[in-house]
């Protein structure tokens, strides 16, 4: 007997327990079970505001990750050695601008982006800083951020004119007319002789040639006066001009550091007794003025009698003006001169002189020089080259008091 209540529902195809599905054919077991449909997106989820907030949260981020590489790049690109392979030079002119410094330094091979070195150094710069104008050596290899620190710390190129001690304005004026790095004319009326310091001066290109000729000229004006401020106070010359016209004396007599003092402590004591000079190098300024003497030309004993206001042979006391700039040293001898009783000086034939207080002990020293020169075959004629420094026996200037 069958029972009808334990009998399986064939149309559902589950059993009365709920189990799992039971094919009841091969037909039935190759049928695909039936996947649930996903779930609704809510209608929150699907509006077009949050799809956009979305897409901009998504460009910000790209945004930030392009910025920082941008960022790396350019920091990168301005701190890395640059294109430059050698050592070279690059001006900057007067008045220009940070963009026409970064043009100007890309053309130039030293820099290879002109737009990322014009706005990194405008942003570390700042208000009170600037690149300065100028010449400047950039070394190979220099990145962006050293050539921006250079050019703003102004260490330009220094060219210096050198102006040795002895030298005339007129032959001052010429070293600056011929220097190839001043620019700009000189003054058509030179300063008064003995007014400029002899010294080295540096300078950058661009600087003008009125520019030197102003510190040499303040430079001296400087100088005489601190040292006048020292001077002995029994100096037998009562003026700063006349201080400066014994000085280019001394300056011209000797380039010994240890015989300017001595020198000069002879032409005071001369002019203490109202001798005259007897300077060489008075005569030839008297001849030849600023120009100097031609270096072919001796200096002859008719010199001697050539009357020019420069003189100091046929003059008494002080020439009218310097014949030479004179340098420190010789200023500071004149000044404090040393104490002697020397009134003559000749030379010694080892470059420098040798001093006495006589006439007699002069002459000597004359005799021993001239046999130096017939040694050496440079006696000389009847026109014999003056001795270097007082001449001796008939020409030998005397005491006053003698």
């Known amino acids: 007997m069958t029972d009808t209540n334990h009998s399986s529902d064939s149309s559902s195809g589950r059993s009365d327990t709920g189990g799992p599905f039971i094919p009841k054919s091969p037909n039935e077991a190759l049928k695909p079970e039936r996947v649930p449909e996903p779930p609704r997106r809510s209608k929150k989820a ?61 053309r130039n091979g030293i820099i290879s982006d002109a737009r990322i070195f014009r706005y990194v150094t405008d942003t570390n710069l700042g208000k009170n800083r600037t690149l300065k104008a100028g010449e400047y050596e950039i070394k190979a290899g220099a990145s962006m951020k050293d050539v921006a620190e ?114 000069a402590s002879v032409f005071i004591n001369r002019l203490n007794k109202g001798m005259r000079l007897q300077s060489d190098p008075t005569i030839l300024y008297g001849l030849f003025g600023g120009a100097g003497k031609p270096a072919d030309r001796a200096i002859y004993k008719s010199d001697l009698d050539k009357q020019t206001p420069y003189n100091t042979y046929q003059i008494k006391g002080l020439p009218p003006t310097p014949i030479a700039n004179p340098g420190r040293a010789a200023l500071e001898a004149v000044a404090n001169p040393w104490r002697t009783k020397d009134l003559y000086f000749v030379a010694d034939g080892t470059g420098g002189h040798v001093f006495a207080a006589t006439l007699d002990e002069h002459n000597a020293n004359v005799r021993r020089w001239r046999k130096i020169q017939a040694e050496r075959g440079n006696a000389g004629t009847a026109d014999e080259d003056v001795v270097d420094g007082q001449p001796g026996g008939k020409d030998a200037e005397k005491p006053a008091s003698n």
């Open 150 to 263: 250079l050019l703003e710390s102004g260490k330009s190129i220094l060219y210096s004119v050198s102006m040795p001690e002895g030298l005339t304005v007129q032959q001052m004026m010429s070293r600056l007319a011929a220097d190839p790095v001043l620019e700009g004319s000189l003054p058509q009326e030179q300063p008064p002789e003995g007014s400029l310091r002899p010294d080295t001066y540096k300078f950058t290109r661009g600087t003008k040639r009125t520019e030197i000729l102003a510190q040499m000229r303040a430079a001296q004006e400087r100088l005489v006066d601190q040292i006048w401020a020292k001077r002995d106070p029994d100096l037998p010359i009562k003026t700063k001009e006349e201080f400066v016209v014994l000085a280019s004396i001394v300056e011209k007599e000797t380039g010994k550091d240890d015989e300017r003092a001595h020198v």
């Open 46 to 106: 699907r509006s077009q505001i949050v799809i956009f907030l979305n897409f901009l949260m998504t460009m910000m981020v790209f945004a930030c990750v392009a910025a920082v590489a941008g960022f790396y790049y350019v920091i990168t690109a301005y701190q890395n050695p640059g294109p430059l392979e050698t050592n070279t030079h690059v001006v900057i002119r007067e008045g220009a601008g940070l963009v026409e410094i970064a043009q100007t330094l890309e």
